[in-house]
């Protein structure tokens, strides 16, 4: 049974470019979360998504960011004309409804 | 807003010391998780407290819950190298949707 997987593993964009973050959950698994992490410091909501629902984007910044999870496929974080701020590991979680989350590898973004 | 928060930030311990990581969340909580991280890698899921005054035992690891669900705590005896790494705790978010509030997470090194 293979774990979340996440795309690239590590991705490097120019300011103003975009940013495409791919996740797939483990098999069965219909809830997926995204989280960021700076550099030294904990992990930060950013969303909820079952398939093709958002459930809960409390902690996506109100620009440039967007998210889906559509009825085939991963799931993807979007990442509008990045700027260097945006510098981060963006790590995927799965679970079953109300459980504890598995996480992916992570994609670390830098923005030069 | 909802917070939790870790003590220490870092700790560093000689090999066979024992290590405690304290968490205190702003509300009560239905239950709480650890993870840890190694270095360059991702959250991996330890365990679940759900229960007012519950304690756990994995191995050398013991975690607790306090009695008001606000606080819980993580103790290593006689670390080993293999314990280092990023210890966070988290509790579910006060919306209810399942996302995860992580505290800052305490790194602990520990020198042979």
């Known amino acids: 049974n293979a774990g979340v997987m996440q795309n690239p593993r590590h991705l490097v964009r120019r300011r103003g470019q975009e940013a495409r973050l791919r996740c797939s959950p483990m098999?069965?698994?219909?809830?997926v979360y995204w989280y960021r992490q700076l550099p030294e410091e904990g992990l930060k909501f950013m969303v909820y998504?079952?398939?093709?629902?958002?459930?809960?984007e409390s902690g996506m910044p109100k620009e440039r960011f967007s998210a889906e999870f559509p009825k085939e496929g991963p799931s993807i974080l979007r990442i509008q004309q990045v700027v260097r701020g945006d510098s981060a590991a963006y790590f995927c979680?799965?679970?079953?409804?109300?459980?504890?989350?598995?996480f992916g590898p992570g994609t670390r973004l830098t923005v030069t | 807003g909802q917070q939790v928060m870790q003590i220490p930030q870092y700790q560093h311990v000689q090999e066979g010391e024992d290590f405690t990581t304290y968490c205190n969340s702003s509300?009560?909580?239905?239950?709480i998780q650890w993870y840890k991280q190694r270095p360059g890698g991702h959250p991996v899921f330890l365990i679940q407290?759900?229960?007012?005054?519950e304690v756990k035992k994995q191995k050398r690891l013991t975690f607790q819950f306090g009695e008001a669900k606000k606080n819980s705590s993580l103790h290593i005896t006689a670390t080993q190298t293999t314990d280092v790494g990023t210890y966070f705790c988290?509790?579910?978010?006060?919306?209810?949707?399942?996302?995860?509030?992580f505290g800052q997470g305490t790194t602990l090194q520990v020198k042979p």
């Open positions: 979680a799965s679970s079953p409804p109300w459980d504890e989350q598995y």
């Open positions: 098999k069965g698994h219909s809830h």
């Open positions: 998504l079952q398939k093709e629902n958002i459930i809960d």
């Open positions: 509300t009560t909580l239905s239950n």
């Open positions: 407290l759900v229960k007012s005054g």
């Open positions: 988290a509790g579910p978010g006060s919306s209810n949707t399942g996302k995860l509030i």
